[in-house]
């Protein structure tokens, strides 16, 4: 009955660190391609921790840096595009993860030679995109399924 | 992994619905009485308010005054000589103060009857000692008048008072009146301006329970031939075989109990303000001066002795010399009737407490909190008027059956519940239900709503964490609550008087009979037996009492929701 | 994902709104931590997580189960969690081993007795097995607790202050061992406390709630601390420093110096808010920034201590300070003292109207 959620703490090479589950879908096709790719993006760079190959961090981290910011971007057109009214409030929260991303391009940096700065730089990664990037988004997503919905009608 | 989406809640809700119809069960007999008291139907209203209803009324309001200031007075006093003042035998006074309420008001009233009535002992010794032959040659107090029936009910329900204002006086009193007294205030003026304010809601909720008690009583005035709202009920049911009226007696009468609920609530609204500090002080121990002394121990003592101790001699001489083996058979089958009624109720009355507050306690919201308020009503309610409306209700309940019965299957059912054991145990449940609940309740409230959180979570549901965690948690205390209800239906009389089956006695019954045609020796051991039974809550609340005294441990650790530290 | 999601979640007590489209995600094998005052909401939070409180908006799902959404209602019995109560919530009336296996009924009884005792050995308490609870010191009934709620294996652990009953030596120790304890099992949990210092101890994530029933910061503890975004997480570690002033060529020009006041208007009204360990003084005063100081009163707390100053020279000329430097503070020594301030400890934030 109780599933043993006990599993070894470095995820096997098959298994993805993180994936878009049901419970973190807009149900906006454009937008969640893209929270699939940064999530692809990420299980690159876990995948390279997981396998000794840290070094590759330096350059897989700013392909999750530059693309986030253009998903920004196309995000933000998409809000105000169709006028949602706290676009602007989600403009800023966007603006203030500047910081978290200059943070895991340090820690990036470091994961080579050290140990606890790429397992920081996998943790920060996970939860910079599952709790601060997606789960933001889900606070518009009943607003911009319907409004597609009825853009798409129109 | 994934279960499919599911609305699991529901469930819970059977716990929500037995609450709830338990309470309405227990507020259909009252219903039923003011249904019946506004659409009468042989309308006598005009003819009781033109003849008797004055009378009701001032009777009861006299009756009620006089036991209210004659417990006032015994109870504040002896609780206070008792806290606060050092005097010979205090230890002993301090549980012993209860003995009395062991004693229901009618048997008192039928032993003083017996001893003092005019061919009793006294008034025969008298005679003999001064050489007066005829009841002109002096004066004696007539026992059966208001004035006996006073006496007789404070002598019994003082303790009430007593217990309520001990308490506070240890909770609260103790500390600010050193203060006062510190202050340079004397101890009478410190008495009066700071331990009696402070002890006054707690004073009141007893003196209220004390009231509710004389409007319930039936036996006293019937003997006394006091005619108060109980008796008149009675007269005009069963003498005058008229049931509107009854129940339009009943409604007048549920007017002076709202009175007395209202005031009630209104001191224990007052109250919270006061109950800040819960920590027990050392007790002042304000020894007596020489006299004093022994005038505070004769204080104490005296209520103990008429009370109690008196009234338990003479019935015990009258079963010695009384005492007759085919009667004694007799007593013990209506022994049998009564513990078989009493469990019955107490077993009934705790298994829907625990329904009850379990789920309040698990479901929450005002619905179910009011629930349980309602289902405990049912204490203040006389039983008088109780039994009109468990009649009615079962009456007509017994005869739809009856009536369907007829129609559809062509045969008369005849009264199904009318007069029966399930009558009496129906109208025991309602009224004393509150005593189960209130004791679960108390109980249940100790056990910190995270236990229910932690076996929940752990897997259990609501009725597993029920049965493994809470019962075992509260058990002392259903054993408490069974035998409060237990205790208190051996007791009863007015219901039991109305509601039981032809020629069934019990021995509250069995006593009220042979007593009203003056055969007290032939009921004492039956009276006895009842008086024993009543000692068992007293002994409960000694220990209590013995626990809560100050320097002395808290209560089991069972009941104890966890602490930091072991 | 494995792990915690909550979206969205609302909660109010009749008209009270505690809790405001609260959001959080709790991967498998992280620690979260809550932190916010008392009454904000916290304990609610855990509850509508474990089902014991009715969810009224939002959704919560636990390893894509969703247990609680509009219309569904999952009861706690069926979610695997683990929860730990602030009191423990331990059963009296079972022996330690008892109520260690009370989550186990699942299991035959050999099973149940292994895994009980496993987990026992966990935290260090097979010892104590057949002791009943109010035998057991705080720290002692707070691994028994730890133990009861981790032996079913839980989808989700929930800890409400779970050390806030123990005293401070304690504390230290008992928290080193759950975040160890919790860490080997890999689970993902989420903890509720009042203490900035024991969040920042445990989280490998920190969500900073404020009064209004809503998040106000989520980041690494390193992110509370250093970027508190507004005055009142920066405020959540103890008390700070104020100099107020008016923003010139994008900084505000004070006794220590010009400091930065980084996206605030030339014009603007600011505070800069200065951590007591962001003072550091010197008694040469050759560094840039170097302020001189009198020395008012020095309080030696252990580890370090509190010095209260009072500046001599230039625009904040006779304002008073504290500085929190390491150790003891010579107040006999009688020579001079200046202070600077270290910019990574300055915090600028608009002054309200
Ligand atoms: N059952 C309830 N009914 C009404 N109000 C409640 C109830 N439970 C909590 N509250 C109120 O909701 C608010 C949040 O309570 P909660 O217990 O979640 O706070 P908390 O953050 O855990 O506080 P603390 O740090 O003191 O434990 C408080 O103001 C509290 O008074
Ligand atoms: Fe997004
Ligand atoms: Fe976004
Ligand atoms: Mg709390």
């Not at chain 2, 509710?212 to 036996?219: R, V």
């Not at chain 2, 085919?326 to 077993?347: R, Y």
């Not at chain 2, 829907?352 to 479901?363: D, E, H, L, N, Q």
């Not at chain 3, 029933?213 to 700070?240: C, H, K, T």
Request: hydrophobic letters at 45%.
């Amino acid at each position: 009955m109780f599933s043993p959620i006990l599993k070894n703490n470095k995820p096997t090479e098959s298994f993805d660190m993180v994936e878009i589950t049901q419970s973190f879908k807009i149900e906006v096709e454009a937008i969640d391609a893209d929270h699939r790719r940064l999530v692809e993006i990420i299980n690159e760079i876990t995948d390279a921790i997981d396998d000794g190959r840290a070094e590759e961090c330096v350059a897989l981290v700013p392909n999750f840096v530059e693309f986030s910011q253009q998903h920004f971007e196309r995000e933000e057109a998409l809000l105000t595009k169709h006028a949602y009214p706290l676009a602007e409030k989600h403009r800023q929260h966007h603006v203030g993860l500047t910081d978290k991303m200059k943070t895991i391009q340090a820690l990036s940096e470091r994961a080579a030679h050290s140990q606890p700065a790429a397992d920081a730089l996998r943790k920060e990664l996970v939860f910079i995109l599952m709790d601060d990037v997606i789960n933001e988004d889900l606070a518009f997503k009943s607003f911009l399924v319907k409004a597609e919905a009825e853009g798409g009608a129109g | 992994m994934t279960k499919p989406w599911r609305q699991s809640w529901g469930r819970l809700d059977l716990w929500a619905v037995g609450t709830v119809v338990f309470a309405v069960i227990s507020a259909v007999p009252v219903m039923a009485v003011i249904y019946l008291a506004l659409t009468p139907g042989d309308n006598i209203w005009p003819h009781l308010v033109s003849t008797v209803l004055g009378g009701y009324i001032a009777t009861t309001i006299t009756l009620m005054v006089g036991v209210g200031s004659g417990t006032l007075v015994l109870g504040v006093g002896s609780a206070w000589l008792v806290t606060m003042c050092r005097f010979p035998g205090r230890r002993l006074f301090e549980w012993g103060m209860l003995l009395p309420m062991a004693m229901p008001a009618y048997i008192v009233a039928y032993v003083y009857t017996d001893i003092l009535e005019f061919a009793g002992p006294v008034q025969g010794a008298l005679r003999e000692v001064f050489g007066w032959s005829s009841k002109r040659d002096y004066w004696f107090p007539e026992i059966r008048s208001l004035g006996g029936a006073i006496t007789m009910m404070t002598l019994v329900l003082y303790p009430y008072v007593y217990l309520l204002s001990r308490a506070a006086f240890l909770e609260q009193s103790v500390g600010v009146f050193e203060a006062s007294r510190s202050l340079g205030r004397g101890p009478w003026r410190s008495f009066f301006t700071v331990a009696l304010p402070l002890a006054r809601p707690a004073i009141i909720i007893g003196l209220y329970l004390v009231l509710m008690e004389t409007l319930n009583d039936y036996g006293t005035v019937d003997f006394f031939a006091v005619n108060t709202f109980s008796l008149g009920i009675f007269d005009v049911w069963m003498n005058m075989n008229n049931v509107s009226g009854a129940a339009q007696l009943a409604t007048v009468m549920l007017v002076f109990v709202a009175v007395l609920v209202l005031g009630e609530r209104y001191a224990r609204r007052k109250q919270r303000f006061h109950n800040t500090s819960t920590k027990m002080q050392p007790l002042p121990g304000f020894p007596l001066s020489g006299a004093l002394r022994y005038l505070a121990t004769a204080g104490c003592l005296l209520p103990i002795l008429l009370g109690f101790v008196l009234p338990t001699l003479v019935l015990l001489a009258y079963a010695h010399r009384h005492y007759d083996a085919e009667l004694t058979a007799e007593i013990l089958g209506h022994a049998g009737n009564s513990v078989k009624l009493s469990v019955l109720a107490g077993a009934i009355a705790v298994v829907i407490a625990i329904v009850m507050t379990y789920g309040a306690r698990i479901k929450g919201g005002p619905l179910l909190t009011a629930a349980n308020r309602i289902a405990a009503m049912g204490y203040a309610i006389p039983g008088a008027v109780l039994a009109v409306g468990v009649l009615v209700v079962l009456g007509g309940l017994d005869n739809s059956i009856d009536d369907f019965a007829r129609r559809h299957f062509g045969l008369s059912t005849g009264l199904l519940f009318s007069g029966t054991i399930a009558a009496v145990t129906f109208g025991y449940l309602v009224r004393f239900l509150a005593l189960s609940l209130g004791t679960v309740e108390a109980s249940l409230g100790k056990v910190t709503p995270s236990m229910d959180g932690a076996s929940r979570s752990l897997g259990r549901g609501a009725f597993a964490t029920m049965r493994l965690v809470h019962l075992p948690l509260i058990r002392a205390s259903v054993l408490t609550a069974v035998l409060l209800v237990f205790v208190d239906c051996m007791k009863e009389l007015p219901m039991t008087v109305i509601l039981r089956p032809f020629n069934f006695q019990t021995l509250a019954t069995f006593v009220h009979q042979y007593a009203s045609d003056e055969q007290l020796g032939e009921a004492a051991l039956a009276a006895l037996s009842i008086v024993g039974v009543g000692v068992l809550p007293v002994i409960l609340l000694s220990l209590t009492i013995a626990r809560s005294r100050p320097g002395h441990g808290a209560e089991p650790a069972a009941a104890q929701p966890i602490g930091r530290e072991a | 994902m494995q792990g915690l999601h909550m979206v969205g979640v609302r909660h109010a007590y009749g008209r009270t709104q505690v809790l405001n489209d609260i959001s959080l995600t709790v991967p498998a094998g992280e620690l979260v931590c809550l932190l916010g005052p008392s009454g904000c909401g916290k304990t609610t939070l855990l509850r509508i997580a474990a089902g014991m409180e009715r969810l009224q908006g939002g959704s919560v799902t636990i390893d894509e189960q969703v247990v609680a959404a509009p219309n569904v209602q999952v009861p706690p019995e069926e979610r695997q969690i683990g929860f730990m109560f602030q009191d423990y919530a331990l059963f009296p009336h079972l022996s330690v081993f008892d109520n260690v296996a009370f989550g186990l009924f699942r299991l035959d009884q050999g099973a149940a007795r292994t895994r009980a005792m496993e987990v026992l050995e966990q935290v260090g308490m097979t010892h104590h097995a057949d002791k009943h609870p109010h035998l057991l010191s705080g720290g002692q009934q707070q691994r028994v607790a730890l133990a009861r709620a981790l032996a079913p294996k839980p989808r989700l652990v929930l800890l409400d202050e779970p050390f806030a009953g123990l005293d401070t030596n304690m504390r230290a120790r008992v928290r080193q061992q759950t975040l160890s304890v919790l860490k080997q099992t890999n689970v993902a949990t989420l903890m509720v406390t009042h203490d900035p210092r024991e969040a920042m101890f445990m989280a490998d994530r920190i969500k900073v709630m404020g009064e209004n029933g809503q998040i106000l910061q989520s980041g690494r503890p390193e992110d509370i601390y250093y970027n508190p975004v507004e005055e009142y997480v920066a405020r959540l570690f103890g008390p700070m420093n104020m100099i107020k002033g008016t923003v010139r060529n994008g900084a505000l020009e004070t006794s220590f110096g010009v400091l930065s006041v980084n996206g605030q208007d030339d014009g603007a009204a600011v505070r800069l808010l200065i951590r007591p360990e962001g003072i550091n003084l010197s008694s040469n005063g050759d560094q840039p920034g170097d302020t001189p100081v009198e020395v008012i009163s020095a309080h030696l707390l252990g580890d370090s201590s509190i010095v209260r100053i009072r500046i001599r020279d230039g625009i904040n000329s006779g304002a008073e300070f504290q500085a929190r430097i390491p150790g003891a503070f010579d107040l006999m020594g009688g020579g001079r003292t200046w202070a600077r301030v270290d910019p990574a400890h300055v915090f600028p934030y608009p002054q309200e109207q």
